[in-house]
């Protein structure tokens, strides 16, 4: 079965640090990765998505990830924290084949100190 | 653009009764998902349509809980009778193209509470 895990449920950082948001992933097949992220009472937001092709993927916001298939990660970077960027992230998978789920770890919670 | 609206943004009903949850995707999604979060645990699939058809509702808990989209444009996401177990965030989501490599937009949920 397909699963995500973000083994951090809280994740704090000083402005001006780099900061990462960890996810790794169990799929069979092809993995079609995502970040999300959701703001106070706010829908979640597309940050990045990794297809194919560089294993590094740039998004919004000064966000990349690194998609590392022999660990089955994709952990979520940035190389200097903003205190707006305290929010929850989520981490998600869906597959190239078969079926149209997309399927979302329990989201962790990014704090910025100013 | 509008984006994804859903109505209420908070609701609050005793075990038993019937709730109806609205979600307005942004115009020409022809993708539709209905995702839950419960208890600060992951998002959870509900299910997906396709214009007005069910491509896959594999996620729907049990019977208690029907999704319409009539028309192909808003969808309703009714619980009756509704159990404590049943509350959580009810997020919907759209997407302009079928294929799970597309990002989805989402609304900014409801919250159910079920005393």
């Known amino acids: 079965a397909q699963s995500v895990a973000q083994p951090e449920d809280q994740v704090n950082v000083a402005e001006g640090n780099p900061l990462t948001v960890k996810c790794t992933y169990s799929?069979?097949?092809?993995?079609?990765l995502f970040w999300y992220v959701q703001y106070p009472n706010r829908g979640l937001q597309f940050l990045l998505k990794?297809?194919?092709?560089?294993?590094l993927v740039k998004g919004s916001y000064g966000f990349e990830a690194e998609f590392n298939k022999s660990q089955t990660s994709f952990h979520l970077q940035h190389p200097s924290a903003l205190v707006s960027d305290s929010a929850l992230y989520f981490c998600?998978?869906?597959?190239?084949?078969?079926?149209?789920?997309?399927?979302f770890g329990a989201g962790t919670r990014l704090f910025v100190k100013a | 653009e509008a984006g994804v609206t859903q109505f209420p943004s908070h609701s609050v009903i005793e075990k038993g009764q019937t709730v109806t949850l609205r979600c307005d995707p942004i115009?020409?999604?022809?993708?539709l998902y209905w995702y839950r979060r419960v208890m600060g645990k992951e998002i959870k699939f509900l299910l997906h349509?396709?214009?007005?058809?069910?491509?896959?509702e594999s996620g729907m808990p049990n019977n208690r809980f029907l999704a319409e989209r009539t028309g192909g444009t808003y969808s309703t996401l009714k619980v009756q009778p509704a159990e404590l177990e049943d509350s959580g965030v009810y997020f919907c989501?759209?997407?302009?193209?079928?294929?799970?490599?597309?990002?989805?937009?989402f609304g900014p949920g409801t919250r159910l509470t079920v005393l």
């Open positions: 998600a998978v869906s597959l190239d084949t078969g079926g149209f789920k997309t399927i």
């Open positions: 349509f396709v214009k007005e058809s069910k491509q896959d």
């Open positions: 989501a759209s997407s302009p193209r079928l294929g799970t490599y597309n990002e989805q937009f």
């Open positions: 115009s020409g999604h022809d993708n």
């Open positions: 799929v069979s097949g092809n993995p079609y």
């Open positions: 990794y297809i194919t092709g560089d294993n």
